[in-house]
T-cell receptor, first 115, second 112 residues
Framework: NAGVTQTPKFQVLKTGQSMTLQCAQD?????MYWYRQDPGMGLRLIYYSASEGTTDKGEVPNGYNVSRLNKREFSLRLESAAPSQTSVYFCASSEAHTALNYGYTFGSGTRLTVV | RKEVEQDPGPFNVPEGATVAFNCTYSNSASQSFFWYRQDCRKEPKLLMS???SGNEDGRFTAQLNRASQYISLLIRDSKLSDSATYLCVVNAGYSSASKIIFGSGTRLSIRP
């Protein structure tokens, strides 16, 4: 019962480097999300995918791109990392995006440091 | 004003005590409300939904006050294992995930 799996768990990047954070869920959920969590600011939505084949911007999309590869996988790409992108990144999934009645299931997070 | 505000704490209470904290929200059109629990360096996990009539799950009671626009979480007979950060989550609409707002969390520490 893996739920939501994120890789890698930790990463250090130099400014300007690129990387892709991977996320996969095995619960047959329709919707997937990428959040970042910074001290004192709560979780902020970067991008989401309401269903396979669709993606939309969240609150803080600048500097990121996403790909909903299939129903299971939703990746987040940093094209040119900046120190301001140092954060903890969480992937989440839910049955439907229209309400949180079923709750989110979160992955264990990726701790990213950009130096 | 933040859309969802929580007292960051920390609340430091002895084991067995009752503790309560609130979360205020600014959008009166908010439709659904939740409490999540997040342990240190872990992911958030759904604790309970908050219904208009209030709801209880064991030692945990959640209440919604629409008139004053806040939700509350009451923990009775607190255990050491209740030490965590509690996140308030508000969904201001059903049509977009971007309306879902997380509070920055209230830290709770239970001491022996």
């Amino acid at each position: 019962n893996a739920g939501v799996t994120q890789t890698p768990k930790f990463q250090v990047l130099k400014t300007g480097q690129s990387m892709t954070l991977q996320c996969a869920q095995d619960m047959n959920h329709n919707s997937m999300y990428w959040y970042r969590q910074d001290p004192g600011m709560g979780l902020r939505l970067i991008y989401y995918s309401a269903s396979e084949g669709t993606t939309d911007k969240g609150e803080v999309p600048n500097g990121y791109n996403v790909s909903r590869l299939n129903k299971r996988e939703f990746s987040l790409r940093l094209e040119s990392a900046a120190p301001s992108q140092t954060s903890v990144y969480f992937c989440a999934s839910s049955e439907a995006h229209t309400a949180l009645n079923y709750g989110y299931t979160f992955g264990s997070g990726t701790r990213l440091t950009v130096v | 004003r933040k859309e969802v505000e929580q007292d960051p704490g920390p609340f430091n209470v002895p084991e067995g005590a009752t503790v309560a904290f609130n979360c205020t929200y600014s959008n009166s059109a908010s439709q659904s409300f939740f409490w999540y629990r997040q342990d240190c360096r872990k992911e958030p996990k759904l604790l309970m939904s908050v219904y208009s009539s209030g709801n209880e799950d064991g030692r945990f009671t959640a209440q919604l006050n629409r008139a004053s626009q806040y939700i509350s979480l009451l923990i009775r007979d607190s255990k050491l294992s209740d030490s965590a950060t509690y996140l308030c989550v508000v969904n201001a609409g059903y049509s977009s995930a971007s309306k879902i707002i997380f509070g920055s969390g209230t830290r709770l520490s239970i001491r022996p």
